[in-house]
């Protein structure tokens, strides 16, 4: 039996401000080297669900525990040093080459702290750069980057501390057809030559997983509508049940298409 990374169970979320329900009685597991996948319309409560699961907040109601410590009973801020997260809304310094936003990763810091990146940690940004395929963008300023180079880059960073769950947050946003397959490739890759690290990753679209992808979660008002093996969670019927659309689901070669006839 796998070692539990992260777990929920009877999670709500209530807006302080309006007592608005985000996540109503969650229960959810992810083990150590599983691959996930959190899908649902706009609004579902996917960011809360990685918020939580990153050590970024707290729940409402019920327990959230991650890497073996509970929510609410260890300092957050040591917690988050063991968990990845990348998102193309981070704050990174634009002027800074690709190698400097990755040493930014040892100390999660948005500006570089020179004092703290010894010879060896900063082999190991050059080390992972060229592992995302990224090493000839090591002098490059970021923001001169294209999208699919600032995503690798990005993930290169949260790979840093050497965490045991990454998060990714709509890693492929707003990237044309390559750039998307070449971060797809990169997080396949991750899964292949990091057998204990836990993924899930948030995205609208089933064209964006990686053949990796071993288990989903189907998420609507703040509710699980399926969760487990992709094979029992990524079918027509249960993603038009949480879409409240008709929406056909094919899977060829390890990879999912997705398409809607219209309102049910």
């Given amino acids: 039996m796998r070692r539990c990374v992260a777990e929920l169970k009877d999670v709500s979320v209530l807006r302080p401000s309006t007592g608005q329900v985000i996540l109503d009685r969650v229960d959810w597991s992810v083990g150590a080297g599983e691959h996930w996948a959190l899908l649902g319309p706009n609004g579902a409560g996917k960011t809360t669900m990685l918020r939580l699961i990153g050590a970024l907040t707290h729940p409402t109601r019920g327990t959230v525990d991650v890497l073996g410590h509970r929510i609410g009973r ?8 063991a968990i990845g997260f990348v ?21 999660g810091t948005v500006q570089p702290l020179w004092r703290a990146y010894g010879p060896a940690i900063r082999d190991r940004a050059h080390e992972l750069l060229a592992e995302l395929d990224c090493k000839d963008l090591a002098d490059r300023p970021y923001g001169v980057c294209s999208g699919g180079q600032r995503a690798r880059v990005l993930i290169a960073r ?24 070449d971060v797809i490739d990169a997080v396949q890759g991750l899964a292949e030559s990091r057998g204990e690290l836990a993924t899930v990753t948030v995205t609208h679209y089933l064209e964006e997983l990686p053949a990796s992808t071993g288990h989903a979660l ?45 309102g049910r």
């Fill in 74 to 81: 260890v300092d957050l801020r040591e917690l988050r040093t």
């Fill in 87 to 107: 998102s193309p809304m981070q704050e990174v310094p634009h002027r800074a080459t690709a190698h400097t936003v990755v040493l930014t990763g040892a100390t």
């Fill in 158 to 181: 949260a790979l840093m501390s050497d965490p045991s769950l990454l998060l990714l947050d709509e890693p492929y946003n707003a990237l044309d057809l390559p750039s998307r397959e």
């Fill in 218 to 262: 189907l998420l609507r008002e703040g509710r699980v509508q399926a969760s487990g093996p992709v094979d029992e969670v990524l079918t027509g019927e249960r993603m038009t049940d949480c879409f409240l659309r008709s929406i056909e689901v094919e899977r060829r070669a390890g990879r999912w298409t997705a398409r809607s006839g219209g």
